[in-house]
């Protein structure tokens, strides 16, 4: 198998920085109080997004290593580039977390949870850098969305940052929000 072109590979890594940063300037200058800050109480607070995200990349990253298969042919990238220009999908579609990556405060703080995500992000980075394989050429499986193939899971990893920064903009309108 042929691996990963270096150009898919700098694309995808220079991608996983950059929803990394825009992800970390979301919670920027928001307290422990704000961090914790529920609009409802079905809600997540800011903590939750940041420790859901932390739990949830490694799953699907380990999706990828360790629970994919060959494929016979590469797929277009069409819909791995509908991921990647999705911005992290639609705020209005809803979806429950698999109960494993739903959050629970197992992090403490949100500091403490920021730092796991940064770390997780990190071994993802270091993982495409190394990659060997072509990723069009290797199916799995998400665990809402169904069968993928590697590189359209990757194209969500990259963007589901994304999503979680517009909850947090949302969470920082909802009425209620402490004020520093």
């Known amino acids: 198998m042929a691996p990963m072109d270096s ?28 961090g914790r800050f529920k609009a409802g109480p079905e809600g997540w607070s800011i903590q939750d997004c940041v420790e859901h995200l ?4 490694p799953g699907l990253l380990r999706q990828i290593c ?33 109960e494993k990556v739903q959050p ?21 980075i270091a993982f495409v850098a190394g990659c060997d394989d072509d990723l069009r050429m290797r199916s799995t499986v998400h665990p809402l969305r ?17 999503r979680h920064a517009a909850q947090i903009r949302e969470i920082k309108a909802s009425a209620g929000y402490p004020v520093n």
């Open 54 to 57: 932390a739990l949830a990349e």
């Open 104 to 124: 629970t405060g197992r992090f403490g703080s949100l500091a403490e949870a920021l730092r796991q995500f940064t770390a997780v992000r990190e071994r993802t």
């Open 66 to 98: 360790e629970n994919s298969t060959a494929a016979d042919s590469p797929v277009s990238r069409e819909r791995e580039t509908a991921i990647l220009n999705s911005g992290g999908g639609n705020r209005q579609e809803k979806f429950k977390a698999p």
């Open 146 to 162: 169904g069968p993928m193939r590697c590189s359209e899971l990757l194209a969500f990893i990259v963007v589901h940052p994304l």
């Open 7 to 34: 150009t898919d590979r700098n694309s995808f890594t220079e991608r996983l920085r950059e929803t990394r940063d825009a992800f970390v300037a979301s919670v920027q200058g928001v307290s422990e109080e704000q």
